[in-house]
């Protein structure tokens, strides 16, 4: 079993910036796969990053790309979420999920076999 726990959300200014992190138990966090994904009132989730598992490769939604990095630190567990240049339509819950069983990073949903219970990111215009 794996837990994530994001952290990090908050109220923004519209051009401001956020960072969210996201924690994993376990000793295995290197094996995992990990992406970020979100969603807003009345929307169906959405990919918006994720990562390989040792942190060399990354993939974007076009929306995020430019304004987002993600990375990760495998000692502490965490991954994280950098969201400058932050724009009212990012307002959304987003998630942090651990794909466990491939090597497979991107935008499907149905690879990632962990998920945390999601941290709020509002930003104001």
């Known amino acids: 079993q794996v837990q994530l726990v994001e952290s990090g959300g908050g109220l923004v200014q519209a051009g401001g910036s956020l960072r969210l992190s996201c924690a994993a138990s376990?000793?295995?966090?290197?094996?995992?796969?990990m992406g970020w994904f979100r969603q807003a009132p009345g929307k169906e989730r959405e990919f918006v990053a994720a990562?390989?598992?040792?942190?060399?490769?990354?993939d974007y939604a076009d929306s995020v790309k430019g304004r987002f990095t993600i990375s990760r630190d495998n000692a502490k567990n965490t991954v994280y979420l950098q969201g400058n240049s932050l724009k009212t339509e990012d307002t959304a819950v987003y998630y942090c999920a651990a794909n466990s069983r491939t090597y497979y990073y991107g935008p499907s949903t149905t690879a990632y076999d962990y998920w945390g219970q999601g941290t709020q990111v509002t930003v104001s215009s």
């Open positions: 376990g000793h295995t966090f290197s094996s995992y796969a």
């Open positions: 990562i390989s598992r040792a942190g060399d490769n990354t």
